[in-house]
């Protein structure tokens, strides 16, 4: 099994909800990742997750909150967003965080922020 | 900070073959260079990986000249379903020892009939 899925799909929240986005990979993988793609941009790094630590925190905000509960489970806590939030969100895991090794990537929830 | 940039958008008629390029001039001793292909509201997915000289698989090969500054993608005989974007990934060691990673600007290819 080389899926990483996702959910929810579409997701639509106020800002001033509160809400989570999950990912789950089965491939034994120890790095996990969360991205955000705006349209018609690369993705970029937001976390980084390494044996279930987080190692790597690009400046996000703090309306962001990951979590990684176990070595398959990745979760991204959303809470008082701002439209400019609204984008897609990718997961991805990798068997470690080296460039040697291929991110497999989810297909991402399309996060909405009215 | 390792940066790479690509060309913006590319054209192509099916059955071509097709390069594109990547330059990433401050890429780490020890980086891989890896190429993803995404379609619209999907996650990127892997096409290829390499450190030097030239690697190919069913899908693609992969240039990558001695300096390391650069790699070109190379497809083969692309068909209409190659539509999609292409992006280089390098990684960016940090004093900690991890990696971060940074995807190129993106290349989007069209490939007419």
């Known amino acids: 099994d080389t899926e990483v899925t996702q959910t929810p799909k579409h997701l639509v929240m106020g800002m001033t909800n509160k809400k989570s986005l999950k990912c789950e990979q089965h491939?034994?993988?120890?790095?996990m990742y969360w991205y955000k793609q705006k349209a018609k941009k690369p993705p970029e790094l937001m976390f980084v997750?390494?044996?279930?630590?987080?190692?790597i925190n690009e400046s996000v905000p703090s309306r962001f909150s990951p979590e990684c509960p176990n070595s398959s489970l990745l979760n991204l806590h959303l809470h008082a967003l701002q439209p400019e939030d609204s984008a897609l969100y990718l997961c991805a895991s990798s068997q470690a965080v080296r460039s040697t090794y291929e991110q497999y990537f989810g297909p991402g929830t399309r996060l909405t922020v009215t | 900070l390792a940066k790479t940039t690509q060309p913006i958008s590319m054209d192509s008629y099916e059955g071509q073959e097709v390069n594109i390029t990547c330059s990433h001039n401050?890429?780490?001793?020890?980086?891989?260079i890896t190429w993803y292909q995404q379609f619209p509201s999907q996650g990127p997915r892997f096409i290829i990986q390499?450190?030097?000289t030239k690697v190919t698989n069913e899908v693609a090969s992969l240039f990558i000249p001695a300096d390391r500054k650069s790699s070109t993608l190379s497809l083969p005989r692309v068909s209409l379903s190659d539509t999609a974007v292409y992006y280089c990934?390098?990684?960016?060691?940090?004093?900690?020892?991890?990696?971060?990673?940074?995807f190129g600007t993106g290349t989007r290819l069209k490939v007419l009939a």
């Open positions: 401050n890429i780490a001793t020890n980086d891989y």
């Open positions: 491939m034994g993988h120890r790095a």
């Open positions: 990934l390098v990684g960016d060691p940090t004093t900690s020892g991890t990696y971060k990673y940074i």
């Open positions: 390499g450190y030097k």
């Open positions: 997750y390494s044996y279930e630590k987080l190692s």
